[in-house]
């Protein structure tokens, strides 16, 4: 019996200590009309070598394509020391490190990950991640209404430059507790400042901004933040954590820095993968950590004065604090930050530095490649390393020709920014090959000219 | 030996090396947009970094090396071909917004892990979304306001839930806007019918339950709960993280219920990572269908789409910035196709024989047992309040030490209902020999206790260290490390 | 730099406690007529990604082909938990044992290994493994020649069904010793009992007989045990491990059992992987021990009368008794035996059989569906899991046709078994699909009907 | 806490299943070709597997846990990259019989690995089958044979080492039905001319020398030496085992070595997997070329196809079933394209810095090396004579007390020239803060040595199990696991 270690001698055994003739007797509880007498709609068993079979034929079929697609998701160079760390079962087979003494490989990571991410950001105070990007904004935005002592707003303000999805799976979140969540508006690929004029008049709790922004470009955080600061609103940041390595840091946005520093924490060593397990990164000052969701890890020492770490501040959470707590969050996304702790130990700030670089690099010579034909030209810059590129025709045609000739052309920005017309957002992490480019460019080139999405 | 902290091994200016590429151009970027400090992170080598993680790894227990009867989290066996296939790389290099035609090997496995997931449950729709299952609560409740409000009966705001119900339960209600009302336990266990009938009224959203409870008993009474609730206007709520003892021989649908969620991560043994990723799908019967969260993965032909907003106008939106932990649901299909329709009966018929054989051991080694004219379901409760009046040991102290004895504890002080409790979940993948070696143990421990109680109150003392100061933790709060503060240590 | 830990400070610290300028200085006992600047020939160095790049790149070329060839190598499942347990680091970048107390997840899996390994032969003694199956044969020759008392001989018979590469290996290993082997004649697939007349005159210090032969058959080892016993010679049996879970072990052929078993430990949980590491299985009677080449583990106490583990009767080895040792071997292949130790603990002996058979029905029904082309007849039965199949017509055209079709034929006997005619060796392990059995009866029948081959 | 013996976890009846075909039919062979009784496997579940073997890996030191400066033997950090490419499931799933077609994509590797090893070597040819450096030995030694031999100068039956030579050596010249000539080493460490010069002769087949020898100092008239055997019509035998020490340095071929082996598991850091497999790949110059053992890769316009025996008349045959350890040569092929020429130079640039530090602060700190007048290589050795003599602590004592401090002991009693020896390779790819620390931990074991020698007696104290019975071992030989074997040991 797969997984099942006993045998017809245990089982025997077992019922005989028990009392009962047979182990159908053991869920004599559940009332005669509940019970089934099987899974009838479920397909038989496997041997493993079955399975195997079926997964590679299926995984076969999603094989052969080159992506150009960012939008939140980035494919980058994973050493692969990182998952043949990260799987071993000692971490991969824990769970919530509750008993301190056995979980210090769990503890001390979290430790070591929280620190970086506060390094990283120029705040204080990370806790042990949020299930992915958008719900860790989401998060953000619950504790900012929380923190905010002096604006008693349940109003936030969110630039139209923030990831569209997160904005729509934070207002999802929130809206329950009765935050309301108000867009700035976006010109040239930027928040508009001359939108903030307008705003004054109400009170927000607090200001949401992304850098670089889901456009690839960069804000002006600087006079962002020292304008809601002025206004005495909670400046919560976003930033792809990769960008840390080379743009200043929330903590250092304006005068005072932003408040609270969120995003999407899968460049740091996690496969694209379909969309996750990712996992979401939230880091604040230090004056706030009592509304932090999550689990924080602290270092201490034991009876024998040892350091050592464990969960701390647990009065915040669910399962002390029930109803009252900052958040429901139980299971997170622990094995990612595994993950991101080790890859980011094995880049280092140089290697982290080089890459985003590389990515940088790449996006700007994919521009460069493909703005050479005169149906597409760069709308924004400076970008990091994703570009906005106009074309002369709608671009759905042309993503799926490119499809076909194994090229992922980008996200097609019509739905989410149709003020920007033939719109397509353009990725080239440090993985793209010139070779790659240069396809890209010349399918590009093919598939313009060809009648069908002309 | 203590293993250092990572920035303690590093060296300023090393490199590992080879992972990044060697000259990229200088940052172009305006001066303002410029990080003007180098961010202080791990400068060590790769041998530094294999070495110092495997060290840490090996201060973990975990299934993969002990026993692990930690109650309410179903620290199961995680197959190793699970990860293995879900890690191929044509899976690990999908980029989440590749469009469906490049990803119809992923979506056939997820739309029919969609319609495992539904016959499991006896649901009629589902969404793989959620996250974990606290999300997936979310997830439920939310839909439970989203049905009231679109029949205008918007004053719907109150959540019951049993007192002795997981913390996610009334922290998410309250995360939905919604107020918590708790109703008692009976002492036999089930659900105080009274106090129930007392607390449903127009108000009522929904009731949540987990059945087996967390007290580890079948709600006998499940049948008249939904009809006083539904009667009342409310609707079901299950919270299936506990399916593990039920799977294959009843269906939450059956029972009532009105939405489901499921901790994959539990009963379907996809990792827990040392605190997650897991992931909590939500299922619902017709009259919630068209909250679902969305993406759902849907089929157009012999093709299989993806289901959005557009698709399902009243859904309660989205989420998750994709369509949630994709790689965790992979897991979980190869776990039930591995298993099929048999195997998953028997994960509950010897996850519930683990229990059932384990309480009796331990009642006859004279441990008193809640509920104890009840079958356990795939857990149950052990209460050492006897023993922590006679003896000073408490719960913890047993907790600490079963570690001293090659155990992970089981979860204590959880369900607070029972005081000096522990709540034992044994799983179906462990032995006999396991089991009868973990009673040895406990009573290894009580007998010390009473004949010894300092040796139990040291413990542990074979761990990496031994118990921590938490109010230290708490009033010196120390969870960045500082290239000074390893003194403060 | 990759894999060098050493920073600037780190150098010129470490230069100035050795007392020297510059890292070339400490190359200065090198005659300056030896000393080159550099490795010219040698490609510049990559990085990770890059080199994944390369590597899956040549891997894509080999993709694609479903394989019926045995013939010493078997395609088995690998359970997954196999190689994930067995790359861990502790196992993986661990040395031999010298340091016992240090060294004991290795020494306790050799015990373990070699405690299996004495079970399934039915013999008493087993090492910790040679390099492979031919190897191990050779070093069982030499062994053999070395224990026998009785017999002062230096040839040694050999059936020709034993695998023609351990034929020769064993003739090239052996040689130097002055080692001679003879050859017994086969007929119909299995050692010719008749040829034995004509040997009894010489005398031989041994024979070697292999079961499953190399053509798959089953040969009559108990007569032939019992004449060679007769004759004094020490019985070398030369055995698939995989078969014994169901085919009579050596140590109970005859009356008196083989004295020694030998061959290749691959198709215990050992990828095909182009021909290595695999590794060679050698058991031998109690009595031999002495003579055993490789590494032995035993158990005993330690000084607080716990039990643990040590490497065992090292005055046989090259690093204590040195020119006198029973063999050369140095480094074996422990991580290789790790991997059976764990492939054998998953399936247990039911798997192990239910396994075998599997192969076994497999391969019947390959040769039942390329039999019913008239152009193909099987020769010899019963068989194991390999199979020869004689042809009208030559086989390497047809092999070079199939392969066009994604199908490895088999292997082609005609250059060692010249006497067979046109035939063919398959196999089909239980990882063989019905289907694929089908395809290779279906394009064999369209090849066979093409003119080329004809 | 004891790991039991996979046996004693064993419970009869008990499988691990999915693993084996579900209904195989019955075995059809007549009954004197069947087996009578099972054979007594484990019977035990994949959890149990999982966990058994999980734990006692945790029971060995190894690179990825502990800095091990085992001489001789360079254990240097194994680039986990190498081996997850080495195993791409294209690789590992080629059969080695596939023709040359299905395998250019794995013969490009090989060849171009052949390529790579000569230009470090400096020879003209090469084959990758020895399975081990030993194995190699053979092949060369063989190849000394055959070389005579075709000359018709066939009583060349002598092979000269020098007493400070591995064993393999001496083993290897007998294995080939070769007679052994030890000649001693000087005590500057270099090769007795004179006893060279009276050992040569008409007998000479050849001389096997390592450089940087055993005794980790480079041979400095390695140029007179070679001119000495060559005179006198003997050929020269480089072990390449040491090649850590002089990678892009030096080329054996220059040196004058008419044939070279290196040990792939030890410069090009494939796995040494608690003992093997490694890969000793011989190469030659063209007078030995026709010599090489088969199969070797070879080109044929632009295909790349096996040379074998029927391509190669003379050469010394096979030694292996197909070509070797292949997935161990994949890796090296890994290793050295991520280094590349630069980075090899590296390699023994660090190595040698390492060693002469370490070296230099362990004279430092009072220890008596070696040939200290001499530049360390990659290793060096420390002879404990003195401290011996005068605590009666050992180089085993000290290799013990070494494990408690966290650290796998360097190779001990070997070279066997030196009494009371530690041969301490701390190889590249170790950081000088480690050096340090184990510099402290030589010098505490030792101050303990004189100050409180007892405590050092007793190591190891904090491993599984401390000093075992090697002698009992021996006498009680207890090798393979009886049902009743448990009481006796
Ligand atoms: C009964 C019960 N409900 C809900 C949860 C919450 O699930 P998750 O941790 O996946 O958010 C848990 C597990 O922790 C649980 O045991
Ligand atoms: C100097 C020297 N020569 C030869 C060998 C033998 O190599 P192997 O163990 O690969 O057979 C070794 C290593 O053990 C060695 O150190």
């Known amino acids: ?454 | 030996m203590l293993e250092p902290i990572i920035f303690e091994l590093s060296a300023p200016g090393r490199r590992a090396g080879g992972h990044a590429p060697a000259k990229p151009p200088a940052a172009d970027f305006p001066a303002q947009f410029l990080r003007r400090e180098e961010p202080l992170l791990p400068e060590v080598s790769e041998l530094q970094v294999v070495r110092h993680f495997t060290r840490l790894s090996q201060q973990n227990y975990s299934i993969d090396t002990q026993f692990y009867p930690l109650g309410s989290c179903t620290m199961k066996y995680n197959p190793r071909v699970c990860n293995r296939l879900a890690m191929l790389p044509e899976f690990v290099e999908r980029h989440p917004l590749a469009a469906t035609e490049y990803g119809q090997g992923f979506l056939e496995c997820m739309y029919e892990l969609q319609d495992m997931l539904k016959a499991v449950t006896g649901m009629t729709a589902i969404s793989l979304t959620p996250m974990a299952g606290a999300q997936a609560e979310f997830a439920g409740v939310t839909m439970l306001r989203a049905y009231h409000d679109a029949r205008g009966d918007s004053e719907r705001r109150e959540i019951i839930v049993p007192d002795a119900a997981h913390g996610t339960n009334p922290a998410t209600a309250s995360m939905c806007g919604c107020t918590v009302v708790e109703i008692p336990t009976r002492a036999d266990g089930d659900v105080d019918l009274d106090a129930l009938r007392n607390a449903v009224g127009p108000a009522t959203a929904g009731i949540m339950l987990t059945n087996p409870s967390t007290l580890g008993i079948f709600e006998r009474q499940i049948i008249e709960i939904a009809d006083i609730v539904h009667k009342a206007g409310g609707l079901l709520y299950y919270d299936g993280a506990n399916l593990n003892a039920i799977l294959g021989r009843a269906l939450p649908a059956d029972m009532g219920f009105d939405v489901v969620h499921l901790n994959l991560h539990k009963t379907f043994a996809t990792p827990h990572g040392g605190g997650g990723p897991g992931s909590g799908v939500v299922a619902v019967n017709e009259r919630l269908a068209p909250f679902l969260p969305v993406p759902i993965v849907g089929r157009d032909g012999d093709q299989y789409v993806w289901l959005s907003a557009a698709d399902r106008p009243r859904s309660i939106g989205r989420l998750s910035t994709f369509m949630g932990n994709a790689g965790i649901l992979l897991r979980a299909f190869v776990y039930m196709r591995l298993l099929g329709a048999d195997g998953m009966r028997r994960v509950s018929e010897f996850a519930t024989l683990n229990a059932n054989y384990l309480m009796k051991r331990l009642q006859t080694a004279g441990f008193e047992v809640s509920f104890a004219e009840r079958r356990a379901s795939h857990e149950f409760i052990v209460s050492l309040k006897l023993i922590t009046n006679e003896t000073g040991i408490s719960a913890m102290d047993f907790a600490k030490a079963l570690l001293d004895r090659g155990f992970h504890a089981p979860t204590t002080y959880f369900p607070q209902l029972v005081a000096e409790c522990l709540l034992i979940e044994p799983t179906e993948t462990e032995a006999r020999q396991e089991l009868d070696a973990f009673v040895a143990a406990l009573v290894e421990i009580r007998d010390l206790a009473y004949s010894s109680p300092d040796t139990i109150k040291a413990a542990p003392i074979t761990t990496p260290v031994r118990r921590l100061d938490d109010v230290r933790a708490v009033r010196q709060l120390d969870v960045v490390w500082q290239p000074d503060s390893e003194s403060s240590a």
């Open chain 1, 1 to 454: 019996m797969p997984f099942i270690p006993h045998t017809e001698r245990d089982i025997a055994a077992m019922l005989s200590t028990i009392g009962v003739a047979d182990t159908e007797a053991l869920f004599d509880e559940i009332p005669a009309a509940l019970r089934i007498d099987g899974l009838h709609k479920i397909p038989a068993g496997m041997d493993e070598a079955a399975v195997t079979r079926l997964m590679r034929d299926r995984a076969a079929k999603d094989a052969g394509v080159v992506s150009f697609i960012g939008a939140g998701a980035y494919e980058h160079h994973i050493p692969a020391a990182v998952w043949d760390l990260v799987t071993r079962g000692e971490f991969y087979s824990a769970y919530t490190p509750y008993q301190a003494e056995a979980s210090q490989g769990t503890l001390q990571v979290i430790y070591e990950y929280q620190s970086i991410m506060a390094n990283l950001t120029g705040l204080d105070i990370s806790n042990a991640s949020l299930y992915d990007g958008a719900t860790a904004f989401a998060e953000a935005c619950l504790m900012a209404v929380r923190s905010n002592r002096k604006v008693n707003s349940r109003k936030i303000l969110v630039s139209c430059s923030v990831h569209p999805v997160y904005r729509a799976v934070a207002r999802h979140l929130t809206v329950g507790q009765g935050i309301e969540l108000v867009e700035i508006n976006c010109r040239d690929g930027q928040t508009e400042l001359a939108a903030l004029d307008g705003l004054a008049a109400e009170e927000f709790a607090a200001v949401c901004l992304q850098q670089p922004t889901f456009l690839g470009t960069l804000d002006d955080v600087d006079t962002l933040t020292d304008w809601a600061h002025a206004q005495q609103m909670i400046v919560i940041a976003i930033c792809n954590p990769m960008s840390l390595a080379v743009l200043r840091p929330p903590g250092e946005w304006g005068a005072a820095g932003a408040d609270i520093a969120c995003g999407e924490g899968q460049p740091f060593g996690i496969p694209v993968a379909s969309g996750g397990p990712y996992f979401g990164y939230l880091v604040c000052r230090q004056q706030m950590v009592r509304q932090m969701p999550g689990r924080i890890v602290g270092r201490t020492v034991d009876i024998d004065g040892k350091p050592g770490f464990t969960l701390t501040l647990q009065a915040r959470e669910q399962h002390i604090r029930r109803s009252k707590a900052t958040s429901n969050i139980c299971t997170n996304q622990g094995l990612m930050v595994t993950a991101a702790t080790i890859y980011l130990s094995l880049l280092g700030s140089d290697g982290l530095r080089r890459t985003a670089l590389q990515c940088h690099a790449n996006t700007k010579l994919l521009v460069e490649k493909l703005s050479e034909s005169d149906a597409a030209t760069v709308m924004f810059e400076p970008f990091f390393h994703e570009a906005v590129l106009q074309f002369d025709r709608p671009v759905g045609p042309l993503i799926e020709a490119l499809g076909q000739q194994g090229i992922l052309a980008g996200y097609d920005l019509s739905a989410d920014y149709p003020e920007l017309g033939n719109a397509l957002l353009v990725c080239a992490t440090e993985m793209r090959t010139e070779e790659e480019i240069a396809k890209y460019a010349t399918v590009l080139k093919a598939v313009m000219s060809s009648s069908k999405v002309a």
